[in-house]
């Protein structure tokens, strides 16, 4: 379990994040909960601890996250080098956001790539969950094929960045 820290407003906290089948347990400066994922969709999650249902999404802006709960959006800033298993986090590497077989790999090493554009689908619980370049680029490798089956957090695509840094 790695450590993320961010800044929310003034505030700065560290987060881990482990996922086990369809449980996630957050620790968040300290203070651990354990959530039921309900549903999965890419960025989307809705999850839940009792009788309590959380709905989070997140979308990158830059070098920060967009975070959406329960209809409230926050601007979360990644605090030094990126220390967490999320991939997104990073703009020179795509990893597995979750554990699931790959179905298709759209780009081969050497390709350049447009923010967005789609570099592979995963399937997880019978769902597709595109994962597209965090940046404008050039695709150094690709370190999965089709069929495989990937853990949450490894490195399947590496890129170079040609946007400047935000």
């Given at each position: 379990m790695k450590n993320t820290r961010f800044r929310l407003g003034e505030k700065e906290h560290v987060v881990s994040a482990v996922r086990l089948g369809a449980r996630l347990v957050l620790t968040l400066d300290g203070q651990t909960r354990e959530y039921e994922v309900i549903h999965e969709g890419?960025?989307?999650f809705v999850l839940r601890h009792g009788t309590e249902q959380l709905q989070v999404s997140a979308a990158r802006i830059g070098a920060a996250l967009k975070?959406?709960?329960?209809?409230e959006c926050a601007r979360v800033e990644i605090v030094g080098r990126r220390a967490s298993s999320a991939a997104v986090?990073?703009?020179d590497v795509v990893e597995a956001p979750m554990t699931g077989k790959v179905v298709?790999?759209?780009v081969?090493?050497?390709a350049s790539v447009q923010r967005g554009e789609v570099l592979l689908v995963l399937e997880a619980m019978k769902m597709e969950h595109r994962l597209v370049a965090p940046c404008t680029g050039l695709v150094?490798?690709?370190s999965t094929q089709v069929g495989s089956i990937v853990d949450i957090g490894m490195v399947l695509v590496k890129?170079?960045?040609s946007e400047?840094?935000?």
């Open positions: 890419g960025t989307d975070v959406t709960t329960q209809g986090l990073s703009r298709l790999i759209a081969q090493p050497g150094l490798s690709v890129l170079r960045s400047e840094s935000t």
